[in-house]
Structures are given as structure tokens and as C-alpha cells.
């Protein structure tokens, strides 16, 4: 499948989008909400989906579109946006600039490209399984091989003994060199730009995930979910650099 028109259009939606949101970015007067599942939202999440919508609608009207502000449209089309405006609005509204967009196309059901842009930092990172780049710059994950020499990323610390198993990701992180809470999609950007080594979350949702997958293989990494499952569509991650570390990192999980 030739997927250079819809690569090109991705940036295009980045880009609006990364205009959009940015004036945004460090205001203290712009109002947040709590929606129903306790999460924060706020005009730059809803205002930059409507925007993408727009743009999609325009460019591809038979494609689908699925968001975490919106809904979803036309979900069972052959083609389907993916779209979270504003990953990591915790952050967003906290004034720092770990967030970004994510943009996933999917065909068939199956994500095919996917995009992480963080518009304040200018760091714009598109894959499609086979390569990614940031700011048009091929990257790669970084060699690591061993636990004891990576750098572990999460979002929360607090969120496995929510949703999966607390001792498990303990013994993840007390294996690790380096232990921070650098995450929702800016990790995976730092994981496949070459400065982290593993990316695990222990809850998500199809919009935070459909964009990882074509960006982590693009850029040589290993993505599954908890359990060592496909990623997609998975409710959990765990994304690493290197296969060896990735084997290494479900086996402390299990262990």
C-alpha cells in the first residue's frame, strides 16, 4: 500500500493541530474539566480534535475517525483516524511540555503509520512499521541490552497497582538503571528518538496506543502488551528498545 499521500497529510494534521494547541500551552486562565473517568480536559483537547475532524472530513470523507473527545465516525470504514489531541493533558495543564498529539491511520483495523508531535518542543516523530523520523531525521532506539543499563519510563507510579500487578512493575524498576515519570506519548518519542530505553504503562486506551506501534518498530524497538501480547489492541505496554531488553523487561514482570 502506498502510504506517501496519507504520511504527507499526517504532518499536515500535526502541523494545524501543533498550531492550534500551542497558544494554548502555559495558560493559566484556560478553564479545566473533569470528565467522568476523573481525567482532566480542557478547549486545546476538544478544539484541536475538531479541527483534525475538519481537516479529515475534507481530505478523506469516506474515512473513518476515531477520537477521545468525539467518538467515533464511520469506525468500520477500510481507512480510520485515530486521533488523542492532547496525550498527557496532566501535564498539559500543569505547564509541562511532556505531552503531544498522536496520529494513527489504520487499515483494516491495523495501524499502519502513526505520529507523536510535541509542538512547544518543535519535535515532530512519524513511523510506519519500517521507519520513523523526527523532523524528517530517521532515529533508531537506542543498543540496549541489559536492564541494569536502561532507562525505564512510566506515567504514573501509582497506576499498576491499579490496573495490573504492583510487585511485578517494582521488580521492573528496582532493575533498571534509571526510573522516571516521563511519560504518556512523550516517552515513546524519547524511547524511539535514541534517549530511553523502556516505555511501560499499565492502562490504555485505543486512541494512546494506535500512533505507538508503526513509531516504535519504525524505529527498531519491540512493542507488546503486558503479557507479551500484540499491541495492538491492547489495554497495556510494554515498549523497549532492543528485543533482548524487551525479553528481559516481561521476564521481571513475571517473574
Known amino acids: 500500500m502506498e502510504l506517501a499521500p496519507y504520511h504527507t497529510f499526517t504532518l499536515e494534521l500535526a502541523r494545524a493541530s501543533g498550531d492550534f494547541i500551542r497558544p494554548l500551552f502555559g495558560r493559566r486562565d484556560l478553564p479545566v474539566e473533569i470528565k ?4 482532566p480536559v480542557t478547549y486545546a483537547d476538544r478544539g484541536a480534535e ?6 479529515i472530513n475534507r481530505k478523506f470523507p469516506a474515512h473513518g475517525i476515531i477520537g477521545e473527545e468525539l467518538g467515533s ?33 489504520l487499515h483494516h483495523g491495523l495501524p499502519v503509520l502513526g505520529c507523536i508531535h510535541q509542538p512547544v518542543l518543535q519535535q ?7 521507519t520513523t523520523t523526527l523532523n524528517g531525521t530517521p532515529v533508531r532506539c537506542r543498543p540496549t ?23 511485578a512493575f ?16 512523550y516517552g515513546y518519542l524519547l524511547l ?21 506501534v508503526p513509531v516504535i518498530r519504525g524505529a527498531g524497538g519491540v512493542i507488546t502488551d503486558w503479557a507479551g501480547g500484540p499491541a ?12 533482548a531488553l524487551h525479553a528481559a523487561a516481561l521476564a521481571a514482570l513475571r517473574a
Open 145 to 167: 541490552q541489559r536492564l541494569a543499563a536502561a532507562t525505564l519510563l512510566t506515567c504514573d507510579w501509582l497506576s499498576p497497582e491499579y490496573f495490573q500487578d504492583a510487585a
Open 124 to 130: 515532530l516523530m512519524i513511523g510506519d512499521h519500517l
Open 50 to 55: 475538531e479541527l483534525l475532524r475538519r481537516m
Open 36 to 39: 467522568s473517568d476523573q481525567s
Open 73 to 105: 465516525e464511520n469506525p468500520d470504514a477500510e481507512f480510520v483516524w485515530v486521533l488523542d489531541p492532547v496525550d498527557g493533558t496532566k501535564a498539559f495543564v500543569t505547564g509541562v511540555p511532556l505531552w503531544g498529539t498522536l496520529i494513527a491511520l
Open 192 to 212: 524511539a528518538g535514541g534517549w530511553a530505553d523502556v516505555v511501560v504503562d499499565p492502562i490504555m486506551n485505543p486512541w494512546d496506543i494506535a500512533a505507538l
Open 170 to 185: 517494582d521488580r521492573l524498576a528496582r532493575s533498571a538503571k534509571l526510573c522516571r515519570t516521563w511519560g504518556d506519548c
Open 232 to 243: 495492538w489492541p491492547a489495554k497495556s505496554t510494554v515498549a523497549a528498545a532492543t528485543p
